[in-house]
């Protein structure tokens, strides 16, 4: 099966007629859009076409009227429809449905649904029913999650990973129908109820052939065959009640989880606004650098008039100094004069003076102090010009550098972007943290507990049963024997059956356990070869599948890892990558593979490596992205693969979304 068209008309978002047309070749179909711009719808309107009903994440029939286009139905206009052109054994294919009703309910439009098949132009299925068995010879329903799947609907087979989750039976079923094995399930319980119908028709044959003896075997054989009925039912019913519990059992572990990781957020949430509050305290320094270089920018405006005044500064301090330091010599020798006049005496060798060398000294005194008189306006030196000068040296030495403001500009947008960017985490952070009831965790802890006590007992009660039923079985085989040697040809001949029956059922058993197991051994070599493309540990070797199609990781030195001891969210990913296209590998069915924004949580090396390993999957893989989940440098990763473009695009509530084809490479539509 490969599709080359889809025709939308008024579903979801998809206001009219749109149509998307996939090139013939073998490659990769990319669909661009963002969040609720219609990429789920499409791959919704795909099932809805193929089998009339379309499921929620949570496994919820989506109602009709939740699938009708919002101006269709303002418009009044209550009819939708989607049609499927493909190729399928050779043949061109077109299959249609719609739905109309005069009345917006969900009755009205199950009521009103219609849809046909046509082959190479003649109808081959005109009613639900007859579409319903094409369709599911071609692709059955409970195969199709392995071919059309999404991003977080990978969670449900990531918990294949988790011996615990209440999902694993119900993939475990969906994994082995794809595989045939309930085909041959249902062979065994044909011939156990051919064997039940040969035992009672052998209890009513002793019974009427008459004889005592006849009489008490037959109503004991008959009365073994009930208990052995009863038993079963009874195991039966004990293992429903023990599967309910489990399931009421993981899904509140589930919750556990959910509420554990919660409190991981809240632990996150006061490391995000310390982050958050230390880049603020680094913005605020970084405006206080600006402010101070604001503040001294008129220093570098001034510097050049500094050095004028610095230079003038200086020669009036030399100039004041020398005057002082003149007058600093006068007063010494004006002192050394007044000793040697009130001593009458040399004031260098200490002899008695003449009166005409006193004398000479008395008016040398005199001309000392008019030069002493002539300095005294500046008696002190002054400080005055030697500080100015020194603080317009030091502003001089502070200049602003034109660079230091490009370097704080990018640290103030960086430090804006860093704290923009842990704000949006944190709102997605606080959105978790909403309604959270801290009672719970213990009210779920208690309510497991008590659950896991019930399963033990109903375990040890099945446990108790299922002994009794091997002992009846044994009563069985002894009674059988005895009437095998009964002389009667015909109870011989059911007895003969019987046992034949048996060996058969016995067989055939034997058989769904060897070809599961080879099966497995399939899916399990296909997972590890496609697992070793997409990983990115390399001590990761292989995968291993237990019985129950449980998934681990093995190391290379054969270490098996369940979940807890690797858990990352891009792991367990590329782990259910690889299952699914093991899976789709093995069941033997053409069918185009689509995923709908399938790198959500890989991270670049492990995006890189599946985008590498797509085009292997099918030979029609369509993928639904983001532009964050896939960029225009990732289409390298591709290498040439891509055969088609689509983006969608929203245009408001009136319009809806439109397809548009933004690439189309190789291949005839």
């Known amino acids: 099966m490969k599709i080359t068209k889809i025709k939308l008309q008024n579903f979801g978002p998809f206001y009219d007629v749109h149509e998307i047309i996939f090139p013939s070749g073998s490659g990769v179909n990319i669909i661009h859009g963002n969040t609720g711009q219609g990429k789920t719808s499409i791959q919704r309107a795909i099932l809805w076409c193929l089998y009339g009903k379309v499921l929620d994440r949570n496994g919820k029939e989506i109602p009709p009227t939740s699938l009708l286009n919002r101006s269709a139905f303002r418009d009044g206009n209550f009819a939708f429809a989607v049609s ?5 054994e050779g043949k061109n294919c077109v299959l249609t449905r719609k739905t109309a ?11 009103g649904m219609k849809s046909s098949l046509v082959e190479n132009g003649d109808p081959v299925a005109t009613t639900l029913s007859e579409t319903r068995l094409k369709i599911e010879r071609i692709l059955p329903f409970n195969v199709s999650r392995f071919f059309f799947f999404d991003g977080e609907m990978l969670v449900k087979y990531e918990e294949l ?8 039976r119900i993939l475990r079923d969906s ?17 156990y109820e051919v064997e039940r119908k040969l035992e009672k028709e052998l209890a009513r044959l002793l ?8 009489d008490e075997l037959a109503e004991l054989y008959q009365y073994c065959c009930e208990e052995i009925e009863r038993k079963k039912d009874l195991i039966k019913k004990l293992q429903g009640q023990i599967d309910s519990l489990e399931e009421e ?4 572990k589930r919750r556990l989880t959910e509420i554990r990781s919660v409190q991981e957020d809240a632990i996150r949430r006061r490391e995000i606004d310390s982050q958050i509050e230390m880049l603020e305290t680094r913005g605020e320094s970084e405006k206080i650098r600006l402010k101070n270089l604001n503040s001294g920018l008129y220093k570098t405006i001034l510097s050049s008039t500094a050095k004028s005044i610095i230079d003038q500064l200086k020669l009036k301090h030399e100039k004041v100094m020398g005057k002082y330091n003149e007058k600093q010599q006068l007063l010494g020798k004006l002192k050394s004069l007044k000793h040697a006049i009130d001593a009458a005496r040399c004031r260098f060798c200490g002899s008695i003076l003449n009166p005409t060398k006193l004398k000479e000294f008395e008016n040398e005194y005199k001309e000392t102090e008019v030069k002493i008189e002539s300095l005294t306006e500046i008696p002190e030196p002054n400080l005055v010009y030697e500080t100015s000068a020194r603080y317009l040296e030091k502003m001089r030495s502070q200049l602003v550098k034109s660079n230091e403001y490009g370097q704080i500009d990018e640290k103030l947008a960086e430090i804006a972007h860093k704290i923009a960017s842990q704000k949006a985490i944190l709102k997605q952070v606080e959105q978790k943290l909403i309604d959270v009831d801290e009672e719970e965790p213990f009210r779920l802890e208690t309510r497991i507990r008590d659950e896991k006590e019930e399963v033990g007992r109903l375990k040890g009660e099945k446990s108790s049963v299922e002994d009794q039923l091997g002992e009846d079985f044994q ?3 002894e009674l059988n024997q005895k009437l095998a040697r009964i002389n009667r040809e015909e109870i011989n001949t059911l007895g003969e059956m019987i046992d034949y029956t048996k060996r058969i059922s ?3 058993e034997e058989s769904i356990a060897v070809y599961r197991n080879k099966r497995r051994k399939e899916v399990e070599s296909k997972a590890t070869e496609i697992f070793r493309e997409i990983r990115s540990k390399e001590d990761f070797s292989r995968l291993d599948i237990n019985e129950n199609f449980g998934l681990s990781i093995v190391t290379k030195s054969g270490t098996l890892l369940n979940r807890a001891e690797w858990r990352s969210a891009g792991e367990e990913q590329i782990v259910a990558l690889a299952l699914i296209g093991a899976l789709n590998k093995c069941a033997k069915i053409e069918a185009p593979v689509f995923m709908d924004t399938p790198f959500a949580r890989l991270d670049i090396a492990h995006g890189q490596r599946v985008l590498t390993y797509l085009p292997k999957m099918s030979d029609q893989v369509v993928v639904f992205v983001t532009d964050r989940e896939f960029r225009k440098e990732d289409e390298v990763y591709l290498e040439g693969k891509i055969i088609s473009d689509y983006s969608l695009e929203y245009r408001g509530e009136d319009e809806g979304s439109y397809i548009i084809m933004t690439s189309h490479i190789g291949g005839s539509a």
């Open 101 to 111: 009703a005069l009345v917006h309910q969900d009755r009205r439009y199950l009521h």
């Open 249 to 252: 059992i993981a899904t509140k």
């Open 506 to 508: 016995d067989v055939f």
């Open 161 to 168: 990973l988790d011996q615990d989750s209440r999902s694993m």
């Open 475 to 477: 009563t069985q085989s």
């Open 207 to 214: 019974r009427r052939i008459g004889g005592k003896d006849y």
């Open 84 to 88: 499927i052109s493909f190729g399928h």
């Open 175 to 191: 994994i082995e129908h794809i595989l045939g094995i309930p085909y041959l399930r249902t062979a065994r319980d044909d011939l």
